[in-house]
């Protein structure tokens, strides 16, 4: 069982920057690969960002591509997520997840979840 928590979340204005962390229980944190989503109201949940077991590969969607960076601690069992530029359209939910078996899996149905942190950006 891993358990995820997230921190940093926030308000902040359009053009501002946060950094997301989620803290993984468990010592077998660099045997998951790590990601965040994002559910914004009335909207459903969306891929943000993945990264792989040790940090060799990562991924985004193309709505946050050269703004947002994700990237992991693996003595730290934490994985980050900062967040450039920001936009309004930013304003959501953001949860981690993790998967044992690779980035496909996480996209599709991660195995485990934090509870999310909300990041609210203002215009």
């Known amino acids: 069982q891993v358990q995820l928590v997230e921190s940093g979340g926030g308000l902040v204005q359009a053009g501002g920057s946060l950094r997301l962390s989620c803290a993984a229980s468990?010592?077998?944190?660099?045997?998951?690969?790590m990601g965040w989503f994002r559910q914004a109201p009335g909207k459903e949940r969306e891929f943000v960002a993945g990264?792989?077991?040790?940090?060799?590969?990562?991924y985004y969607a193309d709505s946050v591509k050269g703004r947002f960076t994700i990237s992991r601690d693996n003595a730290k069992n934490t994985v980050y997520l900062q967040m450039n530029s920001l936009k309004p359209e930013d304003t959501a939910v953001y949860s981690c997840?993790?998967?044992?078996?690779?980035?496909?899996?996480?996209?599709?149905?991660?195995?485990?979840w934090g509870q999310g942190t909300q990041v609210t950006v203002s215009s």
């Open positions: 990264i792989m077991y040790r940090g060799e590969s990562t």
């Open positions: 997840a993790a998967d044992r078996n690779g980035i496909g899996a996480l996209r599709t149905r991660p195995d485990y």
């Open positions: 468990g010592r077998t944190f660099s045997m998951y690969v």
